[in-house]
């Protein structure tokens, strides 16, 4: 079955009008900020849609726009039209393609290979102004990442991963009866204890990422403030981590791993 074509309208890009194709779409909103187009089934309803940009029918509710980057398709690029992206895998053996929440992490992507991001959940991420940007930079590469995974049961396990390899350094658990925030304060004073028991200098002062708030408060705390009545075990790994920070300093900075713009942290567990 032929692919239905399809017709572009591009109202803010570097050249509006109307496209045939959606390459050269891409083209007119590829590094515009705030870009506005949509895609018609016919000629004569994109021509209307230019002509008259009001008549075009929009959601009260403004619906979050994706980019999936195809690497390997009939068609490799980054589409807006999942049903597009269906068809440009469709048959294709191996096909590799992710979803994106951000174009300007979309454009990297395509550019890179699919490996680096095969792992992580990159939808929630999204674009920010030059000014937002350049005040979050980009991740520090020498760090250490850490998360923790938890079930509807209680059930956790938290891990340590180089940021710049994603190889593993620590994986612990799981555990019964706990929660995703006790997982996520255990790897915190987990990689500061791993960090500081080395002789190297470097070490002792580089960064952790964690994309947890609360146990980033809770580690600054020196204390682990869960309403949760977690197991024995449990509770003496607390008790364990708790007094490991009263008992030692540290000069690591804790950061936070900003997700909407980097992805997943490296050391997520790949099962939202």
């Given at each position: 079955m032929a692919k239905k074509k399809k017709f572009y309208v591009v109202w803010e890009g570097h050249l509006p009008g109307i496209y045939d194709d959606w390459g050269k779409c891409q083209d007119q909103i590829k590094g515009y900020p705030n870009a506005k187009f949509k895609a018609f089934n016919t000629l004569a309803a994109a021509q209307k849609a230019l002509k008259d940009p009001d008549s075009v029918k929009t959601s009260t509710k403004k619906k979050k726009t994706y980019y999936y980057v195809?690497?390997?398709?009939?068609?490799?690029?980054?589409?807006?039209?999942?049903?597009?992206?269906?068809?440009?895998?469709?048959?294709?053996?191996?096909?590799?393609?992710?979803?994106?929440?951000?174009?300007?992490?979309?454009?990297k992507a395509f550019t890179e290979h699919p490996d680096k991001y095969k792992d992580g959940d990159y939808k929630k991420t999204k674009d920010l102004s030059p000014e937002e940007l350049a005040k979050i930079g980009d991740p520090i590469e020498l760090s250490l990442a850490v998360d923790a995974a938890c079930n509807n049961k209680g059930d956790f396990e938290y891990q340590g991963v180089w940021t710049f390899s994603d190889e593993n350094i620590f994986r612990v658990g799981p555990y019964k009866k706990g929660s995703n925030n006790i997982g996520e304060f255990l790897a915190l004073v987990h990689a500061l204890a791993y960090l500081n028991s080395h002789k190297d200098p470097k070490m002792k002062k580089m960064p952790i990422y964690s994309d947890s708030r609360i146990a980033m408060s809770?580690?600054?705390?020196?204390?682990?403030?869960?309403?949760?009545?977690?197991?024995?075990?449990?509770?003496?790994?607390?008790?364990?981590?708790?007094?490991?920070?009263?008992?030692?300093?540290?000069q690591n900075p804790v950061l936070k791993w900003e997700t909407k713009v980097w992805g997943e942290i490296p050391a997520d567990f790949g099962r939202k």
């Open positions: 195809v690497w390997h398709g009939s068609e490799p690029g980054i589409f807006t039209d999942w049903d597009e992206v269906r068809e440009n895998i469709k048959g294709v053996k191996g096909a590799i393609y992710k979803t994106f929440g951000s174009q300007t992490l979309a454009e809770w580690v600054k705390a020196k204390i682990c403030r869960t309403n949760q009545k977690p197991t024995p075990e449990v509770q003496n790994l607390i008790q364990r981590a708790e007094k490991w920070l009263r008992m030692n300093s540290f």
